[in-house]
């Protein structure tokens, strides 16, 4: 079982950014899609982004194309979301995690088998 451990959460005002990353203990890493998924307070968890095993393909939902880019790293096992632009309505725990054989793109939070514990982001206006 593949664990995850996700960092770089924090509090930021509107406009601003901030990196997370998550890191893999598992060298299959390198042959998954991964995603980040996210849980505004009293929502269900929302698909933000994933991006394929070889990371030459990703897909963003629409609250946050051209503002949040996911990239990764095979070699040192870690995949990573920088954020900009943040806004208010991206409060949220953000969870990384490993999607299921064949479902590229994984635009839903069910195609995805293991999860990080999460990080807290909030923005503030």
């Known amino acids: 079982q593949v664990q995850l451990v996700e960092s770089g959460g924090g509090l930021v005002q509107a406009g601003g950014s901030l990196r997370l990353s998550c890191a893999a203990s598992d060298s299959t890493f390198s042959s998954t899609d991964m995603g980040w998924v996210r849980r505004a307070p009293g929502m269900e968890r929302e698909f933000v982004t994933a991006?394929?095993?070889?990371?030459?393909?990703?897909y963003y939902a629409d609250t946050v194309k051209g503002r949040f880019t996911i990239s990764r790293n095979n070699a040192k096992n870690t995949v990573s979301l920088q954020m900009d632009s943040l806004k208010p309505e991206d409060t949220a725990v953000y969870y990384c995690a490993t999607a299921l054989p064949g479902r590229w793109p994984a635009r839903s939070r069910l195609n995805y088998r293991y999860w990080g514990p999460g990080t807290q982001v909030t923005v503030s206006s």
């Open positions: 991006i394929s095993w070889t990371g030459t393909s990703t």
